[in-house]
């Protein structure tokens, strides 16, 4: 079992920087990688990054790799710095936790945070 936990997030307004922490406890070392996502009212969980065990490897997803990185510092804390951020950034960012190699899909990971708002004004 993996417990995750987002930091608050807030409200900035547009063109502004944010950034996500996430901190794991319980079984962290069966994790090969974590992960962010996110989900704004209506629309379906998108995946923005994800960083393995070691911190060696990220990944990004293209509608935010210009703008957003991960990283992570020792074995249970990551984190999501977000610049340059829009209104249509505005969502619940959640953290998870994952046992897939190569995971960017919602089923991939098995463990979630509660989520934490995000909300960018024009």
């Known amino acids: 079992q993996v417990h995750l936990v987002e930091s608050e997030g807030g409200s900035v307004q547009a063109g502004g920087s944010l950034r996500l922490s996430c901190v794991a406890s319980g079984d962290i070392y069966d994790s090969t990688a974590m992960g962010w996502f996110r989900q704004a009212p209506g629309k379906e969980r998108e995946f923005l990054a994800r960083?393995?065990?070691?911190?060696?490897?990220t990944s990004i997803a293209d509608s935010v790799k210009d703008r957003f990185t991960i990283s992570r510092d020792g074995a249970s804390t990551i984190y999501l710095q977000m610049n340059n951020l829009k209104p249509e950034d505005t969502a619940v960012y959640y953290c998870?936790?994952?046992?897939?190699?190569?995971?960017?899909?919602?089923?991939?990971?098995?463990?979630w945070g509660q989520g934490t708002q995000v909300t960018v004004s024009s």
């Open positions: 998870a936790s994952s046992i897939v190699i190569g995971a960017r899909k919602t089923t991939d990971y098995k463990y």
């Open positions: 960083i393995s065990w070691g911190g060696s490897y």
